[in-house]
């Protein structure tokens, strides 16, 4: 009889449903751990991808991968990452929501201008209607606030684009709670998207009123931890004992911090996209995370 042999079990596949769920506006359900779009792009942000085909083979596991929430704007290209979403997923998978965002324009890599003119924001509405090919965006964002024009006219034309019906939710990035209150008289305001991550809490003001109204806080850059990441430092010890990485610590810490905070973290390779949607699976003790926190200064 011919021995049995031990089965090496196969690797656990990474599942953002790990990550918990979380309802932006109340109605729309979404796995904590999303998907940033703006990296499938050109170098700077800038042009077609290298490779679109691959471009668009990431972006469907993805989806594959349990990722729910993806965000976007019409910047990203300009205008490439929303396309790209469209070629690759389009029609859609029920429960995908796919978030964008207008109001920057671009004239050259890595040059960014807010323009907030109402019949330009209608404008990029119609337009990134049309690009991710949906008769309704299910989270628009205000890429900026442009200075030059009062914030009341500039949300006045998303507040009219969705009650024509073809903008569900309206959100804000870069804000400061004084401007989410302005903001607020205008239209309702479900998401806000700041800098925000282990290395940099500036926006802590901002999580903390999220959190106390129920708003979904997109942190971008959610990856960075500066100093934290230290060789022998607290994150990279606790990554050690837990067979994870720095940059799953760095997600599963903003997971943790808040239940309304939703990371996207993006990237345009296929090892680094598993191993963040991994991070929704990863673990730590109260202990382990007030060694980490206390190393944050937090």
Known sequence: MMGTMNATPAPKVPDA????????????????????????????????????????????????????????????????????????????????????????????PGKWAPVGRPEYLQQCVELSLRRLKVDRI???????????????????????????????????????VAEIDQAKKTVAIVSVQNLYNLGNRQSETVLDYCAKHAMAFIPWFPLAAGELARPGGALERAAGRHGATVSQLALAWLLQHSPVVLPIPGTSSAAHLEENVGAASVSLSEAEWAEIAKATGG
């Open 17 to 108: 449903a790990a990550s918990g769920v979380f309802a932006i506006g109340g109605d729309l359900p979404v796995h904590r751990l999303g998907f940033g779009a703006m990296r499938v792009t050109g170098p700077g942000v800038w042009g077609e991808p290298r490779d679109p085909a691959e471009a668009r083979r990431i972006l469907r596991r993805v989806v594959e991968l349990g990722v729910n929430l993806i965000d976007t704007a019409d910047s990203y290209g300009p205008e490439v990452s929303e396309r790209l979403i469209a070629e690759a997923l389009h029609p859609y998978p029920k429960g995908l929501v796919i978030a964008t965002k207008g109001g920057l324009t671009r004239s050259g």
């Open 138 to 176: 299910d989270l628009y964002q205000l890429h900026r606030i442009d200075p030059r024009v009062p914030v009341a006219e500039t949300l006045g034309a998303l507040r009219d684009l969705q009650q024509a019906g073809k903008i569900r939710h309206v959100g804000l990035s870069e804000v400061s």
